[in-house]
């Protein structure tokens, strides 16, 4: 009997133990509006971001150390929501290979850094997609004096530059086995490295996501004398990646990037949403923190969707200012909302 109360109260304590460990990361039981995430932020004073080492568009940094990108603004959109102030965030730039570590370690708090979600990288413990803010897929780039104009044209032998730790790697090598084309990976940790390497002419060509592929080719020595191929070889959702154990502020990184999408929708943009406060519209006014009280449910204000779309803008903005201004995609593509000919949809905020 004796034994038997033992092994229960052995049970109960670990039981307890395991009870304080998850109050401990997630700030207690996740209440209504509770995030252990968000008070220290709030306390630090600024949102921590991981993103890339450099890629324009996406997350770049000028001569200044000015971060500019739409994987940049969804840190601006989240520090605008919590802090008040989109410009209160410190950016951690990270190679592809140890930006999982930095965010499950507790260096950052926001992933955004165009990272493509997939089912083994969401099932890992210790990392939750929010998101997508752009729908890619991964094409390869070449030397437009190689008579190369078609992935068909490849032969055995292919040099191909490339990333190391990335999906990059396994769909150029699923890719050329299909093909059952024999190649050399030339694989770098850094983007900048992959880039130079193929510049100087180290490999054939290089592989990586086609938005990836139209920002680094103007990082080269003559853009003009290089071209994407046609073809796409895979799906690349690209989005924002956060710790798994705090269910507020991943709803907060979430609803930050949809309010972005869904005020291009209902056509508020930085200039004008002030405004759209005397809409007729109840979608509009529950954005613009009119109506409704939504920022209760992560523990904000009323009003920290509508810092988001003054200070950030919606993703029509966003996109156009990183992406299309400087001529990296001007065609916005499967990135058009969904009520102009893309797939960008999300839920409504309600």
Not at 152 to 166: E, H, P, V, Y
Request: include cysteine; hydrophobic fraction near 35%; charge should be negative.
């Amino acid at each position: 009997m004796f034994k038997n109360i033992n092994k229960i109260f052995a049970f109960v304590l670990l039981s307890l133990m395991v009870f304080v460990y998850a109050c401990d990361q997630t700030g207690g039981q996740q209440g209504k509006g509770q995030s252990k995430t968000l008070k220290n932020t709030q306390k630090k004073g600024f949102v921590r971001c991981g993103v890339s080492q450099g890629l324009p568009g996406f997350s770049n940094a000028d001569a200044s150390g000015n971060w500019t990108g739409v994987d940049v603004d969804v840190c601006r959109a989240v520090a605008a929501a919590v802090l008040g102030d989109a410009n209160k965030v410190k950016y951690t730039p990270l190679s592809a290979k140890e930006r999982f570590t930095a965010l499950t370690s507790g260096e950052i708090d926001v992933l955004s850094r165009n990272t493509t979600w997939t089912l083994s990288r969401d099932a890992d413990i210790g990392l939750t997609f929010v998101g997508v803010n752009f729908y890619d897929g991964q094409g390869f780039m070449v030397r437009k004096d190689s008579g190369i104009t078609s992935v068909n044209d490849f032969s055995d032998g292919i040099s191909a530059c490339t990333n190391i730790g990335t999906t990059t790697e396994l769909n150029m090598r699923d890719f050329f086995n299909s093909k059952n084309i024999s190649y050399e990976p030339v694989a770098f940790e850094k983007a900048d490295e992959v880039v130079a390497a193929y510049d100087s002419g180290r490999c054939d060509t290089y592989t990586t996501d086609k938005s990836g592929l139209a920002a680094q080719r103007t990082k080269m020595t003559n853009p003009d004398d290089h071209m994407v191929l046609p073809e796409t070889i895979s799906k690349e959702p690209l989005g924002p990646v956060v710790r798994q154990g705090d269910s507020v502020w991943e709803d907060i990184v979430r609803w930050s990037l949809n309010v972005m999408i869904e005020a291009e929708e209902y056509g508020i943009t930085s200039s004008n949403a002030d405004a759209m406060k005397n809409s007729d519209n109840p979608a509009i006014k529950r954005l613009v923190g009119a109506e409704g009280e939504l920022g209760a449910a992560f523990g904000l204000d009323n009003e920290w969707s509508l810092r988001i779309i003054k200070q950030v803008g919606n993703y029509g903005e966003s996109y156009k200012r990183n992406i299309a201004d400087p001529g990296i995609l001007p065609d916005r593509g499967p990135n058009q909302l969904w009520t102009k000919g893309g797939i960008l949809y999300v839920p409504p905020a309600r």
